[in-house]
């Protein structure tokens, strides 16, 4: 039954994949009524090697309970079939009140001091499609438990952690967080009420750019060029923390350059339209190979408009995993800054895109109309944004070189997500790379 429970499970990342479950870990047990089993399964995939470990805490009941039934799990102890019936914890408000309650008063769940906890707050989980599961309480903090897990440090605690005790405005404040031996479970952090999605702005001032037929973008009441300014001001302060907190070191700029060009190649044969762009990418891919020593630094790794938060106090970053898709190992190595200025200059690009590719077709005059106010939108807040996080310096010839080929390789990167997740998202990528390997 618990194979059952995994496979349709909106956070498992086997769908699609014949799997059995070849080991269960019984992690520690929390309250009563219900109590709490926290558990770590191992599946394997049939006819590989290719193991992964899951995170299901369940809670436990004698008798069936009618408002989780969209929730039951397995019977307890697994195996038995007319064991306990144990149901997806998150799910549970009684049973997430006992992880609440267990924060600084049972082994592993950790807290940084500077916090009162609110402890008798009402859990809330979060219907929302996600990787992880996030149970908010009352409108005090909010709790992600990281479902698939991976030995070692997660860099959304220990980057999260950092800048909260460097005083950084521009996060989410870590409360606490969740360990087991050498395995992160789970951080508590700051719940952001009032915040909007940074991805929703900006497509709502496309959208009111794009009703306003006659105007240029810095007419429009709907103007972004001030928040993407503030926005580039606050990537620069976090990325200056965490140069100060995590080592700084030197990549060559050959090793780079080599590591593009194989993410190309790979893409390539996702999205074989990618072969028509392929020399402009690569001429751009050699010009790193040039540099000599590349600075590299703890980064946010997988940064775009919807990794950010728009407050009464400013703009927040969130999610400090990076890209999901890749390893833990790879996630945690130092990478340079302008990844992440890439990733947000490619936001830029996408939204107003997206708006337009959302109207669907209409007369010939007004789509190209409407193409060329989406460059408008874009170029303006890329120069806002750039301009801000760069400050006096502005942009060397070193850095301009390394920036151009981060934002191609995103729009790489983009390539392959949108063939395998939205087909019909895909030209508003390939005609990024496109426009990019044209300059």
């Not at 395995?183 to 009032?194: A, P, Y």
């Not at 191609?408 to 949108?418: G, I, N, P, S, T």
Request: proline letters at 5%; a negative charge; glycine letters at 8%.
């Amino acid at each position: 039954m618990i194979e059952t429970f995994l496979a349709q499970s909106r956070w498992f990342g086997g769908k699609g994949r014949a799997f059995s479950v070849s080991g269960v870990r019984e992690l520690g047990r929390l309250g009563t009524a219900p109590e709490v089993v926290l558990l770590l399964v191992e599946v394997t995939y049939d006819g590989t090697r290719d193991r992964e470990l899951y995170q299901v805490p369940l809670a436990l009941y004698d008798e069936p309970q009618e408002r989780l039934e969209h929730a039951l799990a397995a019977r307890w102890p697994l195996g038995l079939a007319d064991g306990a019936y144990a149901y997806d914890a998150v799910q549970d408000r009684a049973a997430m009140a006992h992880f609440l309650r267990a924060f600084g008063e049972r082994p592993g769940f950790q807290t940084l001091l500077g916090h009162e906890l609110d402890r008798e707050a009402v859990a809330s989980p979060f219907s929302g499609e996600q990787s992880n599961s996030s149970v908010f309480f009352g409108e005090d903090a909010v709790l992600k438990l990281f479902r698939k897990v991976t030995p070692g440090e997660n860099p959304d605690i220990t980057t999260h952690r950092v800048l909260t005790e460097a005083g950084s405005t521009h996060v989410a404040q870590l409360y606490g967080w969740i360990e087991a031996d050498d395995l992160h479970l789970g951080m508590l952090q700051q719940f952001l009420r009032t915040a909007s999605d940074g991805w929703d702005l900006a497509l709502a001032s496309v959208r009111d750019l794009f009703a306003e037929a006659d105007l240029h973008a810095e007419e429009v009441g709907g103007d972004f060029a001030a928040e993407a300014a503030r926005l580039g001001t606050a990537l620069a302060e976090v990325h200056a923390q965490l140069a100060a907190s995590f080592p700084v070191t030197e990549a060559s700029g050959a090793a780079l350059s080599a590591a593009m060009t194989d993410r190309l190649a790979a893409a390539t044969d996702v999205v074989p339209d990618l072969a028509a762009h392929a020399p402009g990418a690569r001429a751009v891919f050699d010009a790193v190979a040039g540099l000599d020593a590349v600075p590299v630094q703890r980064i946010h790794g997988d940064l775009h408009l919807g990794q950010t938060l728009r407050t009464v106090l400013g703009w927040k970053l969130v999610d400090f995993e990076g890209e999901p898709a890749k390893p833990l190992s790879e996630r945690l190595l130092p990478d340079s800054p302008w990844r992440d200025v890439a990733g947000l200059l490619r936001s830029f690009d996408y939204a107003p895109h997206a708006v337009a590719e959302s109207i669907g077709d209409d007369e010939p005059d007004a789509a190209h109309q409407r193409a060329h106010r989406a460059d408008e939108w874009a170029r303006r807040n890329r120069k806002a944004f750039l301009a801000s996080y760069c400050g006096d310096e502005g942009l060397s010839a070193e850095d301009r070189t390394l920036l151009t080929a981060y934002v191609v390789d995103k729009a790489v990167y983009e390539c392959v997500y949108e063939a395998r997740n939205r087909p019909t998202w895909l030209p508003i990528p390939l005609a990024g790379v496109a426009r990019l390997t044209a300059r």
